[in-house]
């Protein structure tokens, strides 16, 4: 009975490490075809023209157009003006960071001198602690 279970569980483990390692190597394989929302584009244009849409029954009160054809364009605009913000913000950003690393800071351990305490405790003319 031990030896079927751990049989099994092996045999889980395996399948498990096997489809991880595929999703893996299939994930590596689209990397150059890949936009920006990770879904696969293909390098010749859509496969299916969007224009297909224009022959569906299914719309509804609205026209073909309305009803698919012009929603899709608008959010695929949205998505686009979206990514160039983002790059936008991106470049901006990496302008800004680039002028804190190039400021002029001092270098850590400027004026410092070791088990130099005196600036905690006052001196009285001449150098000595005043008396009380």
Known sequence: MRALLSRRSLMTALALALLVGAAD???????????YGGRYTSPYGPTLSPYLDYFRRDTGALDPYNAFIRPRR?????L??????????????????QGVREAA????????????????????PGGAPPRR
């Open 25 to 35: 190597l299939c994930q590596a394989q689209g990397g150059r075809y890949r936009s």
């Open 74 to 78: 608008q959010l695929q605009n949205q």
């Open 80 to 97: 686009a003006d979206m990514a160039q913000q983002e790059r936008t913000e991106t470049a901006r950003l990496q302008q800004q960071i």
């Open 105 to 124: 800071a001092q270098p850590t351990g400027t004026g410092a001198t070791f088990l130099n305490y005196s600036h905690y405790y006052r001196t009285g």
